[in-house]
């Protein structure tokens, strides 16, 4: 096996499917088992970043495999905008919740996010 395909085995799969795990399955429990307030909301969206941040891993690893920039990204790098798309999911779903997402609004703020990594990127 390749190198990069031993680092992703061996660092990014099994956080991955533990995330994965984790958040889904709390959002199973979280929606079968509580009521809508106000602490079961919050776990919700916690919840909600780590199911979306779980599956959106292994990508994040190909495209900056395939992708690559220069200098290569370190292993904070790949967690870190894995996050943002997690986050990402967690505030469109805040932003359904109360009747104002609409596709303009999901694409400025997906922007603000992708500006946001660039300028970590720069520093």
Do not use: C
């Not at 979280?30 to 916690?46: A, D, E, H, M």
């Not at 370190?74 to 990402?88: D, N, P, T, Y």
Request: hydrophobic share 55%.
């Amino acid at each position: 096996m390749k190198n990069s395909e031993q680092k992703f085995l061996h660092t990014y799969l099994p956080l991955s499917i533990t995330l994965t795990l984790i958040g889904w399955g709390g959002l199973f429990l979280v929606i079968r088992s509580t009521l809508p307030n106000l602490g079961p909301r919050w776990l919700f969206f916690s919840l909600g970043v780590l199911a979306v941040t779980g599956p959106t891993l292994p990508i994040v690893f190909f495209l900056n495999k395939r992708f690559p920039s220069d200098p290569p990204v370190q292993g904070m790098v790949i967690l870190r905008q894995a996050l943002w798309v997690g986050v990402f999911g967690s505030t469109i779903a805040w932003l359904q919740l109360g009747r104002v997402l609409s596709p303009g609004l999901a694409a400025i703020l997906a922007g603000v996010f992708v500006l946001i990594e660039f300028l970590l990127q720069l520093f």
